[in-house]
């Protein structure tokens, strides 16, 4: 049990890490800084975002903290 949550804590840490590089190097069709092209991707593509990702592993590894302490 404590390994399962020790891996989504994992999961979340690649997820974040994945997501803050997809955010400095993605690519859209719309804006002119970079902050707006990652608002865009959101918008449109969720999850797959680097923006997305970046919220989705800060998520997973709340929720592996949570579950530490709630038994």
Do not use: P, Y
């Not at 399962?4 to 994945?18: A, C, D, E, H, N």
């Not at 970079?34 to 991707?41: P, S, V, W, Y």
């Amino acid at each position: 049990m404590i390994i399962q949550k020790l891996l989504f804590i994992l999961f979340g840490v690649v997820l974040t890490l994945w997501g803050v590089h997809r955010i400095k190097t993605d690519k859209a069709f719309v804006g002119k800084t970079q902050t707006r092209k990652n608002i865009f991707n959101f918008l449109i593509m969720g999850e797959a975002s680097g923006l997305g990702q970046l919220l989705g592993g800060i998520i997973c590894i709340i929720l592996g903290v949570l579950s530490f302490i709630i038994k």
